[in-house]
């Protein structure tokens, strides 16, 4: 064809013409998919309150059964001076007890890996403490701790420890033989194998344990304190919460509920821009398909 085309010059007016007016695909840009992302969680959020808002007006139903959501933000707002700092106590705990559950998860996760006697020996406590319900830890400790505090923040990192434990080890066992192999051939001591290898590529399985960590600290930080049954200035939300119920006063147990689920919102956010700015430029789960 190409002969013909250089025998015939004016053939290949045709086709140039068609190639021009040939319908390019172009690939579909990231902003609207974004947008998507936003606008679409956002307006089942604000349907779903008017729901609600409808459905407490038109029924009737009393405040100290269901109050609307203009009665829970009144609450939010005439019961901030009191919320505030019971949320600064939960948030300090969740955060504190997730802090140690990284530092003690990733380095009990690296001494396990080292030596398949010491995990033998290690790894089941830890399951032990996974499956030990919290309710039932929480009385003892509160016999052995020097204060309620102290006895919350151990009930949290209890919790949030295993998954960050089992994740990790788990990553630092996935990695690819022939790159230890690799290692091992050009000399590499276990500390080097361990610092350049084995940790980046367990980095996936870590930031997992992270997202699921933070979330478990919040619950156990507030399913402890309705264990302990602590009160007073320094007690957090939990308290609050049966503080309302106790007094009827359903609006402020309401908006102490919207404080708890903005609180697991934003870790769970957290948590999860952390795990895209770290593998947003090399690992298959955060890199976006070209096709």
């Not at 933000?73 to 948030?91: C, E």
């Not at 033998?120 to 032990?128: D, E, H, K, Y």
């Amino acid at each position: 064809m190409a002969d013909a085309v250089e025998r015939n010059p004016a053939a290949a007016a045709p086709l140039a013409d068609e190639a021009a007016t040939a319908p390019v695909p172009v690939r579909p840009s990231g902003v609207p998919d974004k947008v998507l992302r936003i606008v679409v969680p956002l307006g089942m959020f604000c349907l779903a309150i008017l729901a609600w808002h409808l459905y407490v007006t038109i029924n009737e139903v009393p405040h100290y059964i269901l109050p609307s959501p203009v009665l829970v933000a009144q609450a939010l707002w005439n019961d901030w001076g009191t919320l505030a700092p019971a949320l600064f106590v939960t948030i300090k705990i969740t955060f504190t007890a997730l802090f140690l559950a990284l530092v003690g998860g990733v380095g009990l996760a690296i001494l396990l890996v080292q030596s398949r006697w010491i995990e033998l020996a290690l790894f089941p406590f830890a399951v032990i403490l996974q499956v030990t319900p919290i309710v039932a830890i929480a009385p003892l400790l509160l016999i052995y701790a020097s204060d309620t505090q102290t006895a919350l923040l151990i009930c949290a990192f209890l919790v949030a420890f295993f998954p960050i434990l089992s994740n990790m080890v788990q990553g630092l066992k996935s990695v690819d033989h022939n790159l230890i192999n690799l290692f091992e051939l050009y000399g590499a001591s276990r500390w080097q194998t361990l610092i350049h290898l084995k940790i980046p590529a367990s980095l996936p399985y870590f930031m997992a344990g992270l997202r699921i960590g933070g979330g478990l600290a919040l619950i156990a930080a507030v399913v402890a304190e309705f264990a302990a049954g602590s009160a007073g200035a320094g007690s957090g939300l939990a308290f609050r919460l049966l503080e309302s119920q106790y007094r009827l006063n359903i609006p402020r147990l309401f908006a102490a509920l919207v404080l708890l689920t903005a609180t697991g919102v934003a870790i769970f956010a957290l948590t999860s821009f952390i795990s895209w700015l770290s593998l947003r430029r090399w690992h298959e789960s955060a890199i976006r398909r070209e096709n």
